[in-house]
């Protein structure tokens, strides 16, 4: 197997060496720099497997080849060295794409750790996932993550974007709004797939018990601990720790989360001491973090780490134009669970009933709206009535143009001609008037050979829209 190149930067000749013998034993092949415009000259000449740069440079700052490396669209990982204690340099690196960060002086096993890593060479070989409660299906993984919103749209976007890096990321949103499976897709979608994903609900530990729960504990460290014990961070070594609702933790614990984070290594309860932890993490809360900061519930250092990149959870209310395709797809799931055939479908106005809820609990609460519904209408539609949704809390604390846009009738178009209302109308008159806007929306889309602006246009109604009605009648791309 061809060896790695890396390219050091470094303007001390002392440490440049240092770091450069150190790689070589690893097996690396070597380049160094003392510049950015050095670095700059070796980047353009020929390409590395990873940079490693301090950030405070004759000519600049390391953070100048980080942003070169970006705008050129070059694949090397970039690592960061940077003087101790500067927490702002390490988090406006991290910001501009660097893989992870080292802080002066250097500890060299930390050194190699970090650049294994970075290469994919030190993960521990894959297990089984480990967690404090059961692994969420793959189906429901992928599930609050449909839609075409724009909201959605930007956290697909983003979740692309940070599972590259060691980056931390705050996940924030409202609860039931899927948090868990936005950093379930974020190592999914990164280099450490394939180790561990630890999920720990914070909230859910009793506080004199987070310590050993974090980081473990020796045997006879106190009454019950008959054995040795890994705790969630040795747990999720080479992979990705989730810190779930990370605003519940008490001060005195946010205090040691801290130090791990910072100098990456555990401690155990009656240890002396301390083992070094490979961990991503990824931290979510549905509370305003700035404000638990400034009510002083929440240490403002440990935020700053944590909230290198933050990632909003749009509530359901804000994409109803994803309702259908939501809706669809957790029929689906339930109906298969249930073993029932054919799957039920909502009628349109049951869609228009959820559409005009604003779903405090969110997905969630749509999940067990959903799952109710469908052992209550016993057939293949499900009405507005199956619901359960009193009146009282429709369109609570809703604007109308929060759904409005939803909900414009079809026009009567050309596409619409031959098609004319039976002599006596059916008893079932909503799924009557489904199959009637499922035929002019089918003939418009195939006069227009399935180009969705053109045939929205034809009927006067917009891209989003003919998407939301070609979800909710569950029309394909291509259905003939």
Known sequence: MTAARLLVVDDEPDLRTLYELTLLREGYEIDSAGSVAEALALLQAGRYSAVITDMKLPDGSGLALLRWLEQAGRPEKALVITAFGSAENAVEALKAGAYDYLTKPVDLRQFRLVVGSALGRVAPEPVPVVEDAAPAPAAATAL????????????????DKVARSMAPVLVQGESGTGKELVARAIHEHGARVKQRFVAVNC??????LLEAEFFGYRK????????????????ADGGTLFLDEIGDLPLAMQSKLLRVIQERSVRPVGATAESPVNVRILSATHKDLGAEVAAGRFRQDLFYRLNVIQIRVPPLRER???LGLISNRVLARIAQDAGVSPTPRLTAGALQTLSRY???????????LLHRALALAGGEWIDADDLGLP????????????????????????????????????????RYLDEVERAILLRALEQHRFNRTAAAASLGLSLRQIRYRMARLAISAGES
């Open 320 to 322: 109803l134009e994803d």
């Open 358 to 368: 604003a779903f405090p609990g969110n997905v969630r609460e749509l999940e067990n």
């Open 144 to 159: 609050r993550l449909v839609g075409e919103s724009p909201a959605i749209r930007a956290v697909r976007s983003l979740i």
């Open 220 to 235: 006879g460290a106190f009454t019950g601990a008959n054995e040795d014990r890994e705790g969630f961070f040795q747990a």
């Open 391 to 430: 009146d009282a809390l429709l369109d609570e604390g809703r604007s109308e143009s929060q759904f409005a846009a939803l909900d414009t009738p079809l026009p009567v178009a050309p596409v619409s001609e031959g098609l004319s209302l039976p002599e006596q109308l059916p008893s079932d008159l909503a």
């Open 203 to 208: 909230g859910a530990i009793p506080e004199n």
